[in-house]
Structure formats: C-alpha cells, structure tokens
C-alpha cells in the first residue's frame, strides 16, 4: 500500500506558524491508485494523439514535448522492425490518413 502525510489534507488555517505540522500517514487504497494511475495513462495517450495530430500545436508544447514524441517514433521504429513490418515516414502516415 502507498501512503500519504494526512497533513497534506490540513488547509494553511490549521496549522499555527510557531507550531511545527505533525506528520501522520493515511492509507491510499490500492484500487484508487490503480485508478489514478489509469486515468493518467488515457490523458496521457489523449494528449499524444492530439499532439501527432496537429504538429503545430506540439510545437507550441517546446523541447519536452517533442523529445516525447521523438521517443515514441524511435519505439515505433524499434517494435515495427523487431516485427518485420515495412516502416513509414510520418509524412507517410500523413498522406495514408488523408
């Protein structure tokens, strides 16, 4: 199981400036990280899709983005040859879509 300090739940009120916070840990159900961690994934893989859909906008996300998405071509490329399948420019995959 993962925890958390409970005191990240106390709002700035709560705690008094000459007093130092206590730190107690809750319990995160597995289920809810199983779940967060999920819905980070759909996001993620939304936000891929959306930036190889509009390269103009990937643009606009800088160097991290487009070291991501550079990551996933080159293992695009990786698992495409490792399953001898021709390979395709991304202008290609363009040209195909449209």
Not at 22 to 29: A, C, D, K, L, S
Not at 32 to 54: D, T
Not at 56 to 84: C, F, M, N, P
Request: aromatic letters at 4%.
């Amino acid at each position: 199981m993962f925890t958390k300090p409970a005191s990240e739940d106390l709002g700035a009120e709560n705690i008094s400036v000459s007093q130092p916070a206590i730190r107690t840990h809750e319990v995160i159900p597995e289920e809810l990280i199983r779940a967060r961690l999920e819905q980070s994934e759909e996001m993620r893989e939304f936000y891929i899709q959306m930036w190889l859909q509009n390269p103009e906008l990937a643009k606009q996300g800088g160097a991290k983005v487009q070291s991501l998405l550079t990551r996933l071509e080159v293992e695009d490329v990786a698992i495409t040859q490792a399953l001898h399948v021709p390979v395709c420019s991304q202008d290609e995959k363009t040209e195909v879509a449209e």
